[in-house]
């Protein structure tokens, strides 16, 4: 099942999304959160929804916000793809590098993206998220980890490489600036995804296409790194997790660098969860 969220005169509705067309879910649930997509009965959901219970809308026709319900936290890996380290002169990391990005940066799949004041390197990433739909806490195995996920959206990893790189101390302060994650447009349960390690993933700036790649080529699969992280610290349900980006970001080009200026467009989208389009501007 697709969910979404939008925003009418009276807040924030979730909704299910079949075949573009949006059914609101009001009485069903208040939100989109992990737990919903992790043990909802989505078959009464669809069923009702063809059964014309909902109100409903064109998806053209309704004001998009993020997929899911403000995380608890966002979990990010970084250098999670071969041809995305080779290209930044990174080595193949022994473990998953874990980085924290403030939730406040989640922003809906068409929002604008603010370049930071004083920025000169803000960067792409397309990346495949995952939402925690259960607690999860030292699982296990791998293979424990499917259990846990509730579904999966398109994620977009918003980096400045100067703060994240140039500036001292950790990544955050270079992934964590306003708007920085533009999520969605939908959420898709888990057990529509039938093997997340199967996923194209795309990016183009301004219709040149940079990244073109696929969640087969990850160092640490989508349930190595739920499980890695359970280990370090308790998932809980909503949580975020940003799982790496392929080759193509701005910081592997040749200089002049083509970072993103005010006024770009970037579209990017994974098979299966959807496309989005973001438009630069100053902040």
Not at 195 to 204: H, S, V
Request: some cysteine; aromatic content about 6%.
């Amino acid at each position: 099942m697709k969910y979404l969220q939008h925003r009418t005169a009276g807040g924030v509705v979730p909704a299910v999304l079949i075949d573009d067309v949006v059914h609101d879910l009001v009485g069903h649930t208040a939100a989109v959160t992990g737990a919903f997509l992790a043990s909802h009965d989505h078959p009464a959901v669809l069923a009702a929804a063809r059964a014309g219970e909902f109100v409903q809308h064109a998806l053209a026709d309704v004001t998009l916000e993020p997929p899911i319900a403000t995380p608890s936290k966002i979990v990010c890996i970084g250098l999670n793809y071969r041809d995305h380290a080779a290209e930044t002169g990174a080595a193949i990391p022994a473990e998953p590098v874990v980085f924290m990005k403030d939730p406040g940066t989640i922003v809906p799949a068409d929002a604008t993206v603010l370049i930071p004041r004083g920025s000169v390197k803000t960067d792409w990433e397309v990346e495949l998220g995952v939402v925690i739909g259960r607690e999860a806490r030292y699982l296990e195995s791998p293979e424990a980890a499917a259990a846990v996920i509730g579904g999966y959206v398109l994620s977009h990893d918003v980096s400045e490489r100067e703060f994240q790189i140039e500036r001292g101390g950790q990544w955050d302060k270079g992934k964590s600036c306003e708007t920085f994650n533009p999520l969605g447009p939908f959420v898709v349960t888990a057990d529509e995804v039938a093997d997340p390690q199967a996923l194209g993933l795309r990016l183009w700036v301004n219709d040149v296409l940079k990244q073109d790649g696929t969640t087969a080529d990850m160092i640490f699969g989508v349930h190595h790194v739920v499980w890695y992280l359970s280990q370090f610290m308790v998932l809980r349900p909503g949580d975020l997790i940003n799982t790496g980006t392929p080759a193509g970001v701005a910081l592997g080009q040749p200089e002049p660098k083509p970072y993103l200026r005010a006024g770009d467009v970037v579209t990017l989208e994974i098979d299966g969860l959807g496309r989005a389009v973001q438009t630069l501007a100053q902040a």
